[in-house]
Each structure stands twice: as structure tokens, then as C-alpha cells.
């Protein structure tokens, strides 16, 4: 049975930083496109950043420059570190096995101003 389970969301001001963690079971994510969304109030859920097989990255531009994607193949988890947050940053952010319907449950992310 696969599992992603997000964590490390929160509360925090602008210019803050979290970094949230999503966990994997079931699967290898070394051999997996790994994916962070968010949905915002009243938006569509958007891709945020990637990481593929072999460790490449990509991010929307929104976030470029102030979002890392990273992972621990040892621990099975994916990274998204996430520094100068905006008002606009605020949503839950979810983590998805790209090609798949396996999604983490989402974690909350506010970002006051």
C-alpha cells in the first residue's frame, strides 16, 4: 500500500521560512518524479516544484529563487524548503507520486502579513 504523508506546515510572517517534508511508503522515490503542489483560497492547485530520478528540479516561477526542492533517499522523503514567504505563498501544499493518483493529505501553510 503506498502512502505520502506531508508535514512541517504552519503559521509564520512574511519573509519566514518552513521547510515541509513528505514522507513516502510503499514506493521507492529514487525511482520516482516527486511533486509538491499547492492549492490557494479560492485558486487551482498549481505545481510548485519537482524532482526526477536523478535529482533534477524545477520550479514554477513564482517560486524560483526562494523554493528548494530536495530529498533523502535514505529516508524516503522529499524536501521543499521555503524561504521569504509571501501572503501569496499561503495554501496546502500537497506531495504527489507524478503519474499516479497518490496524493499526501496536504499541509497548511499561512503566511501573515
Known amino acids: 500500500q503506498v502512502q505520502v504523508v506531508e508535514s512541517g506546515g504552519g503559521l509564520v510572517q512574511v519573509g519566514g521560512s518552513l521547510r515541509l517534508s513528505c514522507t513516502a511508503s510503499?514506493?521507492?522515490?529514487?525511482?520516482?518524479?516527486m511533486d509538491w503542489y499547492r492549492q490557494g483560497p479560492g485558486k487551482q492547485r498549481e505545481l510548485v516544484a519537482d524532482?526526477?530520478?536523478?535529482?533534477?528540479?524545477d520550479y514554477a516561477d513564482s517560486v524560483k529563487g526562494r523554493f528548494t526542492i530536495s530529498r533523502d533517499v535514505a529516508k524516503n522523503t522529499v524536501y521543499l524548503q521555503m524561504n521569504n514567504l509571501k501572503p501569496e505563498d499561503t495554501g496546502v501544499y500537497y506531495c504527489?507520486?507524478?503519474?499516479?493518483?497518490?496524493w499526501g493529505q496536504g499541509t497548511q501553510v499561512t503566511v501573515s502579513s
Open positions: 504527489h507520486v507524478r503519474n499516479s493518483d497518490y
Open positions: 510503499g514506493i521507492n522515490i529514487r525511482l520516482k518524479i
Open positions: 524532482i526526477t530520478m536523478v535529482g533534477f528540479t
